[in-house]
């Protein structure tokens, strides 16, 4: 089955960077666009950033110019690095394909917590 893996997160102070990864599992990763989500609490859920099986990326405006979301499709992972933290990027951080596609999104998995203190 479908396993997604997040890790990475933690307390930084207002900032400074943090380094997220997600391994995948269960797919044929090299052929899903991959997308980072996050929640705030009492807060949807929404898409911070995307890459596409080619490469191509983009991303919520909030976090141009301080995330990078990048990927190793020999290692089955996805990564966003996000620099310049502010307090406001505090949640919890998933990974999941974008867009879900006409079968919806794969199982979530537990999410790594990012707290940014300021």
């Known amino acids: 089955q479908v396993q997604l893996v997040e890790s990475g997160g933690g307390l930084v102070q207002a900032g400074g960077s943090l380094r997220l990864s997600c391994a995948a599992s269960?797919?044929?990763?090299?052929?899903?666009?991959m997308g980072w989500y996050r929640q705030a609490p009492g807060q949807q859920r929404d898409l911070v950033a995307a890459i596409t099986s080619g490469g191509s990326t983009n991303y919520a405006d909030s976090v141009k110019g301080r995330f990078t979301i990048s990927r190793d499709n020999a290692k089955n992972t996805v990564y966003l690095q996000m620099s310049s933290l502010k307090p406001e990027d505090s949640a919890v951080y998933y990974c999941?394909?974008?867009?879900?596609?006409?079968?919806?999104?794969?199982?979530w998995g537990q999410g790594t917590q990012v707290t940014v203190s300021s």
């Open positions: 999941n394909k974008h867009p879900p596609g006409v079968f919806g999104y794969y199982n």
């Open positions: 269960g797919i044929i990763f090299s052929r899903n666009s």
